[in-house]
């Protein structure tokens, strides 16, 4: 059986209001789009579920104005990445610390000493601003294009070189121990 297109489930959820529709395509980008967002909070499993909510209300609501030039799953990242950029705005007093940070991080992967590199790398992605933590996300964990990443983060394609270009350096530089064999 073949699976329906996101563009049809759209297009039957903003003529039809058809809320079948829209609960496919929750289902569909929900456990991707909740992943990327555990990743970029530092694993706060209640913050990233918040922003995933807040993003398919907005898509919802926005649906009839989305017009189909890029993909939907890019789309609903672009959404995540306001309302995520938009807490780290407003609650810039209350961010997480590194270590409470790498301590969420811990609890909710079980740690072991063969994971070091995974926590290490973790905190290293905690460290850097929240558009440079998403565009490297975006780019390394996704594997999206650059274009397909200024399209999310609205940037111009030189500004998405550069976040990753610089990303890569820090975190480089603060794996470099792992690099050179002295973590094992």
Not at 6 to 12: G, N, R, S, Y
Not at 58 to 63: D, E, L, V
Not at 88 to 109: D, I, K, M, Q, W
């Amino acid at each position: 059986m073949n699976e329906v297109s996101d563009q049809v489930l759209i297009q039957k959820v903003v003529t039809l209001n058809c809320h079948d529709s829209f609960a496919d395509l929750v289902k569909r980008h929900q456990s991707s789009l909740r992943y990327s967002l555990r990743q970029i909070t530092g694993w706060d499993q209640a913050l990233a579920d918040d922003i995933a909510q807040e993003t398919f209300i907005k898509a919802y609501q926005a649906i009839p104005s989305f017009k189909g030039t890029a993909k939907f799953s890019s789309w609903l990242y672009r959404i995540a990445y306001n309302i995520f950029v938009s807490h780290f705005r407003v609650a810039r007093n209350r961010e997480l610390t590194s270590s409470e940070t790498v301590s969420n991080y811990s609890r909710c992967v079980g740690l072991s000493e063969s994971s070091d590199l995974h926590r290490d790398l973790a905190k290293a992605l905690l460290n850097l601003p929240p558009k440079q933590r998403i565009a490297l996300h975006l780019h390394l964990h996704k594997q999206l294009t650059h274009d397909e990443i200024c399209n999310i983060m609205e940037i111009p394609l030189g500004s998405v070189k550069t976040l990753i270009t610089r990303g890569k350096k820090i975190l480089q530089d603060d794996l470099s121990s792992w690099k050179h064999g002295d973590r094992i």
